[in-house]
């Protein structure tokens, strides 16, 4: 079978052959037919693996100060040995897949089963039960691969909580943002799309929401306030990536008193306690699809 890799040494993506994976019990055998490109994630795994390795080492500095202590206890020539090895693994892409199950060892799913899952751009993988979901036959596959990124934003959502008629603001409209706001939408929540991309805000604005793409800050701030009464945002949900600061600054004085900031994306988190503290707003930071990701019980033993 054909499986697409990511070289983490210099970003070379490669379209491999590889044995077709055999299942165990509580697992899936499914074949893709629809496999969605997460443009910012893996974008930016990308242009890791091709930045220098002073570059890589400056992106991850957590990895730096690990390799560190091992060198302290290890040595260091079998610390350069185990950094070498990690670096030569090739690195699977894709995490939103649609496709059909052709072997099944759990009770949850039969051969023919349309699913949607967390599986990568692969032409067949295995998964997990409780990684896989089934697909309404009146879905359309290509509507059907977005649900994993769809399912990010929603996990966000219901950190937020929003009631009926409540403004939220959503910072970001790439793919997750522009779902998360039309989940908003179909919630009856008031949606604010704020993005410094002028073709995303155009986009949003197809889809019938209220989007804006105002770079000074006093004024986008100004005009979220003029929109929502002076009161300020219900809630802001981050759905951007960004090395500065400037976002979740803005998102906590364009908040309103006790409102919540709902951090998705990718964002500089020099927070600014008075920011925070004079309104006490609410932040939390979602992770990912939400209770059970990256829980090696749930994900790998299937124990809800």
């Not at 499986?3 to 499914?30: H, R």
């Not at 290509?142 to 990010?152: E, G, R, Y």
């Not at 900031?261 to 306690?273: E, H, Q």
């Amino acid at each position: 079978m054909k499986i697409v890799t990511l070289d983490i040494k210099n970003g070379q993506i490669s379209l491999v052959s590889t044995p077709t994976p055999e299942i165990i019990n509580d697992q899936v055998l499914i074949k893709s037919e629809k496999s969605l490109i997460s443009l910012g994630t893996e974008k930016m795994l990308i242009d890791f693996g091709r930045s220098s390795y002073l570059n890589k080492a400056l992106k991850q500095p957590k990895r730096v100060a690990q390799v560190i202590n091992k060198i302290s206890t290890d040595g260091i020539f079998p610390t350069y040995e185990a950094v070498k090895n990690k670096l030569n693994e090739p690195l699977q892409l894709g995490y939103s897949n649609y496709g059909v199950v052709i072997e099944s060892k759990c009770k949850e799913f039969d051969v023919g089963d349309k699913v949607i899952s967390n599986g990568p751009h692969s032409e067949f993988f295995s998964a997990s039960k409780n990684l896989v979901a089934k697909v309404p036959d009146n879905i359309e596959p290509s509507q059907a691969s977005f649900t994993v990124l769809a399912s990010i934003g929603l996990q966000g959502i219901r950190l937020m909580s929003p009631m009926i008629g409540e403004t939220v603001v959503v910072y970001g409209l790439g793919v997750i943002g522009l779902l998360s706001s039309q989940i908003l939408k179909a919630n009856g929540c008031n949606v604010i799309g704020i993005d410094i991309d002028e073709n995303k805000c155009h986009l949003a604005r197809k889809l019938d929401i209220n989007a804006l793409n105002i770079g000074d800050k006093d004024l986008l701030i100004r005009e979220i306030m003029r929109q929502t009464n002076e009161y300020g945002a219900d809630s802001i949900l981050i759905t951007a990536k960004t090395d500065t600061n400037d976002v979740i600054k803005n998102s906590a004085n364009m908040c309103k008193k006790s409102g919540k900031v709902i951090l998705i994306g990718d964002v500089g988190l020099n927070l600014d306690r008075n920011d925070f503290y004079e309104k006490e707003i609410s932040f939390q930071v979602s992770s990912s699809y939400g209770p059970g990701r990256y829980d090696y019980a749930y994900e790998e033993k299937n124990i809800d």
